[in-house]
């Protein structure tokens, strides 16, 4: 009777140590990966928005490609913080050394994109948006899909929470030059 | 063996190699977020020292004058090193800590650049006062070539300032106790030396290679035999210079710059000239009202008659027709482009005058405002007059003794206040209006000049062909090509330099480049002529050149034996650095977990005061100048296109005096700082930037093309009277060529000798006169007027000569600049018309003691 049990026991516990762990540990190092390619692109394209003061339609579908190359779907949320020139700077200044009066108004992925994909219409875009020296632009990238690892993790404990992703990226800073065409 | 061996054996096998991949990958992960990382604090650093570099030429006046701007440079240089210590989480003192590990910083400039990059250099010997020590100087001893050095204090701060004095140093007490033979036994002389050491008098000394400070010969003049050091060091300034050379036919090196500036100079045909100006389209300027020549006036002296306040109505032909596919400049009717006149409210000086006195005249005005809203204020009699004269607001029947006249000074203050703020903005537009014919006339005049000497092919002009270069920046073509792969070989390439008439299809240009088009007038350069093409891979071989050069010196110094070689740079990131003011920073060597990281950054400005980018150029209608109430706007906006009106026009500033306020008083503590510009930033085109474009410089489509005059003429004042002002490192203060057509001593040519070109070419003649003698002993003063045989009066100067003196007399003959005469003059044909008609000296007399004759042309 006990000698059924352990045999049992054994074959449950091979089959997770033989099948299950290598197949979880194997799906997050290939999370791992897709969290390494998703990082770099995210990096690259924020750095090369920022030097440049614009974002392009090129640029962003680049991003697109590259992080959907990784088989997961993502979302990807965009935001420009506007520097307001006009705040800090009319008001009589009783001091030389006024810091930190700036104002930013943001702009979000839809708006971003809506004037990426404007070619023709009230922008004219071109696929470029532009934006200023000052302004601050961040990226970040989440995955939207469970992730292999994610549902074999599920079996076992399951996480609750809206924030539940395993590849995230985030890139961001301050825009260094007026874009232009 | 049984199942259960096999499967433990399996995960055993399995396992570790699951753990090892894990930590691998995991490595990998890591390495790449430090090296996004690094990218992200490398460009922060460099836009840093970008910020450092915009803020200081903002308040400085002189910025753009290289002296300055190498201090400039050298602060933004520390600007850099500062951030990125403080970004990699070092002290900010970790300056050399962090040096050898950026190979280069590239600063590229409006006409050319500066490397930081590490460099060895000799160790001077320098006292504690931090002055370098060389022969002949205090406490230095010298036997053959060996120098021993031994500081004496002379003073009680140089004593203090030692760091580590000790008993070899002759302490201050003990040299005041010397009496004079002895002290000046302490210095060499240079009658005691021996010849060999007298050549090196004077010389800077160097510590010798391993030398301990305390050996006999410690210290050399020798170069070669000096310790080096490496350290850190801005290059000299590097001009984005070419030179052009045909047999004996003309040898000529260009300036070039950022936008359409150049500098020429070289000999053509044996006339040197020297000419800096504007390079614009072939005839694209015309005189409408003013001297119908003033376009051959030399570059000089059209600038004075155009300052000068005199009436000068200029046209600018930017209306393009498509004829046979290819875009042409249109020469049609007289109404077809823009008309600014410039003049009659007064000489250039005396608008400034006036912008000065309304100024002191505004700020009078407003501290009074703040005092009345403080409720203090005196109001004299000579106070009332000075703020009704020159407002028109009547100030002499106020009387404050009562509270309702402040409310009534109030009213009339503002009144006051807007009236001035009206007239500034008059006198401003005038001055305006004033550079930027200047700049169109100036820039017409030089490119003209060009067209004819260096774009066209005749007997005595030439088209310089790419295949004429023979150096870039100071280093031979041929070392260049050999060393470097070329982004375009000039050496067989037929093409012109010069040629800026390239105005191709648009139905053939890309998106991109209609955008671009849009951007700028049909007045500036065209990106796809073989002129602009020309000058960006001149530019780009030279930085290029140079960079490697730097690289390979950090190569020699790298300890380690990888070899770090330039990184190659996209044909994108060129185009920005060759059209702004950059700073490219490269990292190399750094640890960056699995690997040592590499890469370069590259910050462009966009807000600066040493070049003027037409796009940055920002326009407020005239009347709402500094009104707090109203906006400033880019030129393509659709709110400014939308509120012009058929007789509107606009001041314009360039995004620099927007983003930093001058620094306008440093002793005032309070108010330091000076926001001159009050009227706000517009949303669409300035906060925001993405909007849609008017394309004012649609000159295709007609009725567009009539409703943007106004615009376009706000363009073509501001981006002619910004460029116009600003300070130019290479200008060229006076725009001419001479030629030696007579030089008695030398043996060159002879009073007959001809000039090369002819007199309407000429603007000045010298001479230089040997003595001339008067029979009559009374006569100590002799008067000439001069013109020439065929009969043109020079200028209605008189010239004086002393007779009978050893010395010799230089005259410099102006050439009145309306004198068209095309044929060409000698000294033998010019007469020296005696003014006293009792004189015995001649005009042949005169000539006969001529021994040189310099001509001056345009």
């Known amino acids: 009777m006990s000698d059924t049990l352990i045999t049992i026991v054994a074959i449950l516990l091979a089959a997770v140590l033989m099948f299950i762990f290598p197949l979880l540990s194997v799906s997050e190092r290939s999370d791992d990966i897709s969290q390494l390619s998703v990082a770099s692109a995210t990096a690259e394209f924020v750095d090369n928005s920022r030097a440049t003061g614009k974002i392009t339609m090129d640029n962003y579908t680049k991003l697109i490609t590259t992080i959907n190359a990784t088989g997961n779907s993502y979302d990807v949320e965009m935001e420009i913080k506007v520097l307001d020139e006009n705040i800090g700077k009319k008001s009589a200044w009783t001091q030389g050394t006024v810091i930190g009066e700036n104002v930013y108004y943001s702009v979000y992925t839809s708006q971003i994109v809506e004037v990426l994909k404007d070619r023709d219409g009230i922008y004219k875009s071109n696929g470029v948006y532009k934006m200023k020296e000052g302004d601050i632009f961040s990226v970040s990238v989440k995955n939207t899909n469970k992730t292999l690892s994610q549902t074999i993790r599920g079996v076992f404990y399951s996480m609750s929470g809206s924030d539940v992703y395993s590849i995230m990226a985030q890139h961001s800073g301050i825009v260094t030059a007026n874009g232009s065409y | ?858």
């Open chain 2, 1 to 858: 063996m049984k199942l259960q061996g096999v499967s433990v054996i399996f995960a055993l096998i399995v396992l570790p190699l699951i753990l090892v991949l894990t930590y691998y990958i995991h490595l990998q992960v890591d390495t790449l977020q430090l090296q996004n990382e690094f990218d992200k604090k490398l460009l922060d650093s460099t836009y840093g020292a970008m910020s450092a570099f915009e803020i200081n030429t903002a308040n400085e006046d002189l910025s753009s004058v290289s002296d300055a701007l190498r201090t400039i440079i050298e602060a933004s240089n520390n600007v850099f090193f500062n951030t990125l210590a403080t970004n990699l989480g070092m002290s900010n003192a970790s300056k050399s800590y962090l040096e050898p590990y950026i190979p280069a910083l590239l600063y590229t400039l409006y006409d050319g650049y500066y490397i930081s990059t590490p460099t060895r250099t000799p160790q001077f010997l320098i006292d504690s006062d931090g002055n370098a020590v060389s022969v002949g100087d205090i406490g230095l001893d010298v036997s053959g070539s060996n120098y021993s050095y031994k500081e004496v204090h002379t003073s009680e701060e140089s004593e203090k300032n030692c760091t580590n004095c000790d008993a070899t140093h002759v302490k201050y007490a003990d040299y005041i106790a010397m009496d004079n033979a002895q002290k000046s036994d302490l210095q060499i002389k240079y009658d005691d030396l021996t010849d060999v050491e007298k050549e090196n008098y004077g010389q800077l000394v160097y510590i010798k290679k391993k030398a301990n400070k305390d050996d006999p010969d410690a210290y050399t003049t020798n170069i070669d035999d000096a310790e080096y050091e490496i350290n850190h060091v801005l290059k000299t300034y590097m001009p984005y210079s070419a030179r052009y050379k045909r047999d004996n036919k003309f040898d000529i090196v260009a300036i070039y710059t950022l936008d359409n500036y150049l500098s020429i100079e070289g000999t053509i045909n044996n006339i040197y000239y020297t000419k800096s100006g504007y390079f614009i389209p072939k005839n694209s300027v015309e005189i409408k009202t003013g001297p119908s020549n003033l376009m051959s006036y030399s570059q000089d002296d059209a600038k004075k008659y155009i300052e000068s306040g005199q009436n000068v109505e200029i046209f600018i032909r930017d209306k393009m027709d498509e004829n046979s596919g290819n875009i042409v400049r249109h020469s049609g009717a007289d109404d077809i482009g823009v008309k600014i006149l410039s003049g009659g409210h007064g000489s250039k000086a005396e608008l400034e005058e006036n912008i000065r006195v309304q100024n002191n005249r505004y700020s009078k005005v407003t501290s009074y405002l703040a005092q009345i809203n403080s409720g203090s204020i005196v109001l004299s009699e000579e106070l009332k007059s000075q703020l009704s004269n020159g407002t028109g607001v009547d100030f002499s029947d106020i009387n404050i003794s009562n509270h309702n006249a402040l409310n009534e000074i109030y009213t009339r203050l503002s009144n006051a206040e807007l009236q001035i703020q009206e007239n500034l903005n008059n006198t401003q537009y005038e001055l305006d209006k004033l550079s930027a014919v200047t700049y169109y006339v100036t820039a017409s005049i030089f490119s003209n000049w060009i067209y004819e000497n260096l774009a066209t092919a005749g007997s005595e002009t030439y088209e310089v062909l790419e295949k004429d270069l023979v150096e870039i920046s100071g280093q031979s073509y041929k070392l260049i090509k050999g060393k470097l792969e070329v982004s375009h070989d000039f050496e067989d390439s037929e093409n012109p330099v010069f040629d800026i008439e390239n105005i191709t299809n648009r139905e053939q240009l890309s998106e991109v480049e209609i955008e671009k088009m849009k951007e700028k007038s049909n007045m500036e350069i065209d990106v796809d002529s073989p002129f602009y093409s020309h000058k960006l891979n001149v530019i780009r071989d030279s930085i290029q050149y140079n960079l490697n050069l730097s690289m390979s010196t950090y190569n020699n110094m790298l300890i380690s034996n990888k070899d770090y070689a330039m990184p190659v740079m996209e044909n994108e990131e060129w185009e920005k650095i060759l059209n702004h003011v950059s700073i490219i920073a490269f990292m190399q060597g750094y640890d960056c977990g699995l690997k040592n990281y590499s890469n370069y950054k590259i910050v462009s400005s966009t807000n600066n005061e040493i070049t003027v980018l037409p796009r940055e150029v920002y326009y407020v209608k005239q009347s709402e100048f500094s009104n707090e109430k109203s906006d400033y706007h880019r030129i393509d906006c659709p709110k400014l296109r939308d509120m012009d009106t058929s007789d509107n026009t606009y001041l314009s500033f360039i995004s620099k005096e927007a983003k930093y306020d001058k620094l306008f008083d440093k002793t005032n503590a309070q108010i330091p700082y000076k926001y001159d510009h009050k009227n706000l930033a517009c949303y669409e085109c300035i906060n925001d930037g993405n909007y849609l474009k008017t394309d004012i410089f649609d000159t295709i489509d007609n009725s567009n093309y009539d409703t943007y005059k106004n615009l376009r003429k706000a363009y073509y004042i501001g981006v002619g009277k910004s460029r116009n002002n600003l300070y130019k490192m290479n200008a060229i203060t006076n725009s001419d060529g001479y030629e030696i057509i007579y030089d008695k001593e030398s043996h060159v040519g002879g009073i007959a000798n001809t000039s090369s070109r002819n007199i309407a070419d000429i603007k000045a003649i010298e001479i230089v006169l040997d003595t001339v003698k008067s029979l009559d002993s009374q006569e100590n003063v002799l008067n000439f007027q001069i013109r020439t045989t065929y009969g043109d009066e020079l200028n209605s100067n008189v010239y004086t000569i002393v007779p009978n003196v050893t010395t010799n007399t230089t005259l410099r003959i102006e050439v009145n600049p309306n004198i068209t005469r095309e044929s060409k003059i000698s000294a033998s044909q010019l007469i020296f018309n005696n003014t006293d008609p009792l004189s015995a000296v001649t005009s042949e007399n005169v000539k006969n003691s001529i021994k040189f004759v310099k001509v001056i042309y345009r």
